[in-house]
């Protein structure tokens, strides 16, 4: 992953690149680096840790001068986090400095061939070869820095978001991409790189999101100069006027990114539906379904590919859709469908689900279903990301952006839209009642206020973490449409609480991880009042009888789970498919009080990293 900003223009870079990185930390936090021409010579700082040991090695080391440089936030993928393999990485001359995103998946044949002309490496990355590769290209040839760049690149195999000076030259830097995000802020005089656009929105509001295979040649001096690494084509620049505030990607006075998040889903499930939704009329509109409604109606099945969180959205779905819709779904890790040769073809819709839009996996299913023919659309929340410009069309979450490394609000949204999308196909197919219709929108537009009715459970939430933060396993149980809510709930503890956990079908329980329970362990249980609730509350006597702790999450004014559980957390009633968007949230709350409790880096747990663009 990793995350990479430059600046070129007539203000101290230094500082820029610093909060750039912060901003970014979210793709990435084992080791951090920036370089920077003071006019004379690069200065580069880097070391194992966060932007903040960076910070405080700067200030022991170096005057941060300059109005060039650049700078990375690693997630480590060749070479173990520690200084040296730190990015920005020198070519052997020391006249030219790279900061890189990906993997170059040839490098170890290149480095040999670098080895046998005298090239040394001094860590083990591969973006190291890389800028050698462009150095012996450039001096082999005579040719300038951006045309190096370009044939080095053609030699590459891999994936990459790169950005590249050169001393000799310290008015331009050369970015290109690959796979991996890129955007360029387009200031006055002045000129952003960076993964995503937070590191530059305080100073403008334009950018221009470079596309696979496409490189940049910024400089003070020229027009932005962009062309296709293969062939060496223009493109003329497209700039878009960005949408985002600053003050949406700032804290907002919560401690946690994630504990902001949280909070933040009656809006943002609000925003989802918003214009989509319209109750009064009764009816959904979503232009990403509506152009493409024959393509759905004709499908024979739709098949869902995502990762993580977004994986689990996509369970949900399947509930809701194949419950709605009537039609048949699977949901597949994109990891693991990309290496399948899956059965597919052109009667098959693909629902790819991705908050960053960046994932590599789940791009590349995307790409192998568009090759056999299938139409893909996409669930994304990040506007403009990879995915949603590889797919057919799509819908936007509209969440905002997600910081916090454990997904929370892109969850909620991903399930809200795949609701409206569920909706809007079952009227068209009339697998639904007028009636059930209408009833289903006049629910999921009270959703928000019962979200935010949930919220309330915060403090007991906290309570009970206060309890159980000390264990090391739990358990966590749910059917039907909330056997994902379980699943979720689970990840979200393990995730940043380093406690193991599990999810399961409450129904399950019984074929092995019953075995487990004793007095020590705790174990979540989703026992809404609906259609299985009698058989959950059998697993929950099953539970007791072996003296687990019970944490149940139930439907407002249950009495029978109350009288067994140990701690019972309730949501107000609602339509038994929308019940996930209200269960999830106690879940989320739990495992964030753990991890808090725990003393544990809520949000940027250890080896995680929110954008994963590498396979
Ligand atoms: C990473 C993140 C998860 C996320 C998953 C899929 O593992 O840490 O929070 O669910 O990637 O990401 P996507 O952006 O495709 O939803």
Redesign the pocket.
Known sequence: MCGIVGYIGHRDAYPVILKGLQRLEYRGYDSAGIALYDGLEIKLSKTKGKVADLELKFSQQIEPKGSLGIGHTRWATHGIPNDTNSHPHFSNSGDLVIIHNGIIENYEALKQELIKRGYHFSSDTDTEVLINLIEDIQKNNGLKLGKAVQVALNQVIGAYAIAVFDIKKPNEIVAARLGSPLAIGVGEGEFFIASDASPFLEYTNNAVYLEDEEMAIISLHNPLNIRKIKDDRLVSPYVQELKINLEQIEKGGYDHFMLKEIFEQPHAIKDTYRGRLLTDEGIIKMAGIEDHMAKFLNANRIIIV??????HAGLVAEYIIEELVRVPVEVEYASEFRYRNPVIDNSDVVIA???????AD?LAAIKLAKEKGAFVFGVC?VVGSS?SRETDAGAYTHAGPEIG???TK?FTTQITVLTLIALRLAKAKGTISNTDFRAHLVELEMIPKKVEEVLKSETLTKEIAAIYKDVSNFLYLGRGFNFPVALEGALKLK?ISYIHAEGYPAAEMKHGPIALIDENMPIAVIATKYGHYEKVVSNIQEIKSRKGKIIAVVTKGDTQVKGIADHVIEIPETIELLSPLLTTIPLQLLSYHIAVMLDKNVDQPRN?????TVE
Do not use: F
């Open positions: 995502a990762c993580g969180t977004s994986w689900i991705s908050q960053s839009g960046e994932t789940t929340n995915i490394v454990a997904s892109a995730e995680l990293a929110k954008s994963v």
